[in-house]
């Protein structure tokens, strides 16, 4: 006999909860995405477990990547290019630098 114990009914599944884009020096730009596994019960109680090893997807310049539909995880058929997606993070990454800098900027000196 388990102490304490009942049976559970729920559903689960496995989700994305990270994303993590290494772009080290002299190395294609790696991108990780860190799983979790949920489970919710039926009585409103979730439950996450951490996934194992994050999975991988190295940029190749000119790889296309299957679009899907968020809402049903079904392909659109349509493409997009990981060039995009690269040049989207290197943008996103200088507009952040660019936001951080002008409000570490000293304030211009008036003309005397």
Known sequence: M???ESAVTGDSWTRCCAVKVANSYQQAPLVEFVE????ALSDGRTLRESGAAPLSLRYEPGMQ???RDPATGLPTGDTF???LTH???YSAYLYAAEQRDAMQAPPA????
């Open 2 to 4: 388990n102490y304490m």
């Open 36 to 39: 979790e596994r949920l489970t």
């Open 65 to 67: 990547i299957p679009m």
């Open 81 to 83: 290019p990981i060039d």
């Open 87 to 89: 040049a989207m993070m």
């Open 109 to 112: 000196e008036e003309p005397i």
